[in-house]
């Protein structure tokens, strides 16, 4: 059996000065949380399975990104994800039917609901990126550019 490949965003919003990600709960299996994601279909690129999966699961429609290797069901399985800042922190989330429900979590919140170890290292590396970031444009450097490393 080939390798499965997964993509998608984490999403964040800035509400009063916090951050908070997005994690959906699957309505199959275990019901675990993850952000929005989905499997590459014949012909994308991950790029492009990112923004369908995330249109059909939260419907939102850059970032950093992050890549995860590791097995489910005894097979290998990879999944990319990127970092995207929803703008209007108000806009409402219209969940698909693999999921069942969504919370808002400050990276604390959120590493506890994700319990895989790989995907409480991308939210709190991503939280670190975004902490950054802003640190650096309050110091005034507008024209500052930010780079993530890609590697899992």
Not at 2 to 7: D, G, I
Not at 137 to 143: H, P, R, S, V
Request: charged letters at 25%; proline letters at 3%; hydrophobic letters at 35%.
């Amino acid at each position: 059996m080939s390798k499965k490949v997964a993509a998608g965003f984490v999403i964040f919003r800035n509400v009063y000065g916090k951050i908070e990600f997005l994690l959906l709960q699957t309505s199959y299996g275990i019901h675990h949380w993850t952000p929005p994601k989905g499997h590459v279909d014949a012909g994308e690129t991950t790029m492009v399975t990112a923004l369908r999966e995330t249109q059909e699961e939260s419907g939102y429609l850059k970032t950093a990104k992050k890549t995860l290797n590791y097995n489910v069901n005894g097979f290998p399985k990879t999944v990319i994800y990127w970092l995207a800042e929803l703008i209007n922190p108000n806009t409402k989330i219209r969940l698909s039917d693999e999921h069942q429900d969504y919370k808002w979590l400050n990276v604390d919140e959120a590493c506890k609901y994700a319990e895989f170890k790989e995907m409480q290292e991308v939210l709190v590396e991503f939280n670190n990126f975004i902490k950054e970031c802003v640190k650096s444009l309050d110091q005034g450097n507008k024209e500052a550019k930010y780079t993530l490393s890609t590697t899992s």
